[in-house]
């Protein structure tokens, strides 16, 4: 079965770049979540999108900017990186029809240098 | 605000049964879920209990869910070396809206 594609993988920038984040929902998904988590922590809920449109938002920092394409997949933007922007970023669809499934991507990790 | 409790390790013999434990705040939540992490992988999502539910069973999976005292556990028979993971558990008021996760559950499994 498709599962959620996150791209690239892996990610390594240096302090003050920029980095996108893509996200590919399992197809006829709907809805699209970033979450980050750090290092032995626990993930963290960043921003989500419903039809295109921002639905919650979490603790995205103003740095960050992400959206929803007509085609569902989503895309996260990350400017003036720092140390602390180092970490697993995930991205999990829903359909609208929601029977409580929610899948995660396998995850993006990106190291600030 | 919305909170979820567990605790942060578990240590058990190959053959043995795990119960790993967790607790939430938000009486509106509607969804609880188990998801397992192995290292540098992946949110695998093992299974989840609508809040009308006090139990799930699946293959050796069991979810309890005590709605009075806000309390959800996962038992895990037969446990295996290769459940080996930290598990999460998450909660969500309604269909689409974000969940909020547990800090995890480290289970070690001895051989």
């Known amino acids: 079965a498709a599962g959620v594609i996150q791209s690239p993988r892996h990610l390594i920038k240096e302090k003050r770049e920029t980095a996108t984040l893509k996200c590919y929902p399992i197809p006829r998904h709907d809805t699209v979540y970033w979450y980050q988590q750090g290092p032995g922590q626990d993930p963290q809920f960043l921003i989500s999108?419903?039809?295109?449109?921002?639905?919650d938002k979490g603790s995205i920092p103003d740095r960050f900017s992400a959206q929803q394409f007509s085609d569902y997949h989503s895309e996260l933007n990350m400017s003036s990186l720092e140390l602390g922007d180092s970490a697993l970023y995930f991205c999990?669809?829903?359909?609208?029809?929601?029977?409580?499934?929610?899948?995660f991507g396998e995850g993006s990790r990106l190291t600030v240098l | 605000g919305e909170d979820v409790e567990q605790s942060l390790f578990l240590s058990v013999r190959e053959g043995d049964s795990s119960v790993i434990n967790c607790t939430y705040t938000?009486?509106?939540?509607?969804?609880l879920y188990w998801y397992k992490q192995e290292p540098g992988a992946g949110l695998q999502l093992l299974t989840y209990i609508f809040s009308n539910m006090d139990m799930k069973q699946d293959q050796r999976l069991t979810v309890l869910l005590n709605k009075k005292d806000k309390h959800l556990s996962l038992r895990i028979a037969d446990t295996q070396t290769g459940d080996s993971a930290i598990y999460f558990c998450?909660?969500?008021?309604?269909?689409?809206?974000?969940?909020?996760f547990g800090k995890g559950t480290r289970l070690s499994v001895i051989a």
């Open positions: 999108f419903y039809e295109k449109m921002q639905s």
């Open positions: 999990a669809s829903s359909s609208d029809g929601y029977t409580g499934e929610l899948f």
């Open positions: 938000d009486s509106s939540s509607t969804y």
């Open positions: 998450a909660e969500s008021h309604s269909g689409n809206t974000p969940l909020v």
